[in-house]
């Protein structure tokens, strides 16, 4: 497996041991990639995944599609409930609520207009 790192997580990746296999190889501009052997892509995917942006796959394609897939499933995740939390208030209240509004609307009206007429 290949997998580089960008240079802000290059000493952090030095300065470990994260797999019995690794070997760390210098890139231009202070990138590190990583190679190692495993069979166990799972734990290879969390890993990668754990960076954010900061790691990539290059080899094998098997394993890089499957890193972009959970990404895919995290973002569309994020997305979908972010749009269920963000929502105006007024649009998730509940029927029950938004008739009790409309109520103390309504009599709040009644009420200002009493206490004109008298």
């Given at each position: 497996?290949?997998?580089?790192?960008?240079?802000?997580?290059?000493?952090?990746?030095?300065?470990?041991?994260?797999?019995?296999?690794?070997?760390?190889?210098?890139?231009?501009?202070?990138?590190?990639?990583?190679?190692?052997?495993?069979?166990?892509?799972?734990?290879?995917?969390?890993?990668?995944?754990?960076?954010?942006?900061?790691?990539?796959?290059?080899?094998?394609?098997?394993?890089?599609?499957?890193?972009?897939?959970?990404?895919?499933?995290?973002?569309?995740?994020?997305?979908?409930?972010?749009?269920?939390?963000?929502?105006?208030?007024?649009?998730?209240?509940?029927?029950?609520?938004i008739h009790s509004v409309q109520i103390n609307r309504y009599q709040n009206l009644r009420s200002h207009r009493s206490h004109e007429s008298h």
């Amino acid at each position: 497996m290949r997998i580089p790192l960008d240079a802000a997580s290059a000493r952090a990746v030095r300065g470990r041991t994260w797999h019995s296999t690794q070997v760390i190889h210098a890139l231009p501009g202070g990138a590190v990639e990583m190679t190692l052997r495993t069979r166990d892509e799972g734990e290879i995917a969390r890993w990668v995944l754990s960076w954010g942006g900061r790691a990539w796959v290059i080899d094998p394609p098997r394993l890089r599609n499957r890193v972009r897939e959970i990404a895919r499933e995290i973002l569309a995740r994020h997305e979908q409930r972010a749009a269920i939390l963000c929502r105006p208030a007024a649009v998730s209240l509940s029927n029950r609520a938004i008739h009790s509004v409309q109520i103390n609307r309504y009599q709040n009206l009644r009420s200002h207009r009493s206490h004109e007429s008298h």
